[in-house]
């Protein structure tokens, strides 16, 4: 019996191995990634958007064809004086298949540079236009390679950051934003993650069964956010939240600069006590078990 689990296991490694080992290209056409924005204002206010980036055909430069990221809609839930991003032509992109390399024109520019490199190990230096930021002194590394099933096939999955989560997916992108930088390790920064990636109307990540649509409109948003339901909202002492079909499993409750209220692990509905108080506006985030935070707004009224 031991055996045939070890012969098991064994050939598992080697399809896995076999499937990494072909290298999955970017989508040139029909793509779609929903990205969900959120940071702390330092001033006052949280930045909390929704936007999709797609594929809007090509377009030559510099002799070299691109394939043209396109924002066509952002739903914003900002307050304050936080707010990222904008409509329209968000840069392009070719793929490299022979250097296994992404390379990116962001917009209103002509001159090219490196965005995902896959044949980066662990160690290694994150180069290009991720790299952090300003900061030369915030450099990022690879933490890791391995790899992460993508719709019926394994593909390989590059590690850097593990504080904001970045991390480069074979024909699916960085999943901080597609073409968002690297924050470094410096504290406070946005979170840019993504909530779902489809190709072919096809959704892939971070699972087959997800609802993942093109963001035009408020409503799109709304069909692609989980069933999380608040209760009551605003509150005078508590609220209970109740999960839907969705499972998280952590709980933090913050103030709008982002200072921890509470802490703890979910069940099928929570109640959570807030009449110790000051009135105002709490932000609740839920962690799932894709590494996914789902952001809600509380507002303490007496």
């Given at each position: 019996m031991k055996k045939n689990y070890f012969y098991f296991l064994l050939l598992l490694n080697l399809f896995v191995k076999a499937q990494t080992s072909v290298y999955h290209p970017m989508p040139d056409s029909n793509a779609v990634w929903n990205i969900h924005y959120v940071q702390y204002c330092f001033v006052n206010g949280m930045g909390d958007e929704y936007y999709s980036i797609t594929i809007s055909g090509d377009t030559l430069i510099n002799g070299q064809v691109y394939h043209k990221f396109f924002t066509p809609y952002v739903q914003s839930f900002s307050t304050g004086t936080c707010g990222f991003n904008s409509l329209g032509y968000n840069g392009?992109?070719?793929?490299?298949?022979?250097?296994?390399?992404?390379?990116?024109?962001?917009?209103?520019?002509?001159?090219?540079?490196?965005?995902?490199?896959?044949?980066?190990?662990?160690?290694?230096?994150?180069k290009g236009f991720l790299k952090s930021g300003s900061f030369s002194w915030a450099t990022d590394t690879v933490q890791s390679v391995d790899s992460v099933l993508i719709g019926g096939s394994y593909r390989k999955r590059i590690n850097i950051n593990n504080w904001y989560n970045v991390s480069l997916i074979e024909g699916v992108g960085s999943i901080y934003g597609l073409i968002i930088p690297s924050p470094g390790y410096i504290t406070d920064m946005p979170s840019f993650d993504l909530t779902c990636f489809t190709q072919n109307g096809q959704a892939l990540y971070p699972n087959t069964s997800i609802n993942c649509q093109l963001i035009t409109s408020e409503n799109s948003i709304d069909k692609d956010l989980p069933e999380v339901k608040i209760f009551p909202n605003p509150s005078n002492g508590s609220f209970a939240i109740d999960f839907g079909k969705t499972c998280f499993k952590e709980i933090w409750l913050t103030d709008i600069c982002g200072r921890l209220i509470c802490f703890q692990k979910t069940t099928n509905q929570t109640l959570i006590y807030i009449n110790d108080l000051p009135n105002g506006t709490y932000i609740l985030r839920l962690d799932g078990e894709n590494n996914i935070p789902v952001y809600r707004k509380i507002s303490c009224t007496r």
């Open positions: 392009a992109y070719r793929d490299d298949t022979l250097q296994k390399k992404i390379f990116y024109i962001p917009p209103s520019d002509t001159t090219e540079q490196l965005l995902y490199d896959f044949t980066m190990q662990v160690g290694d230096t994150l």
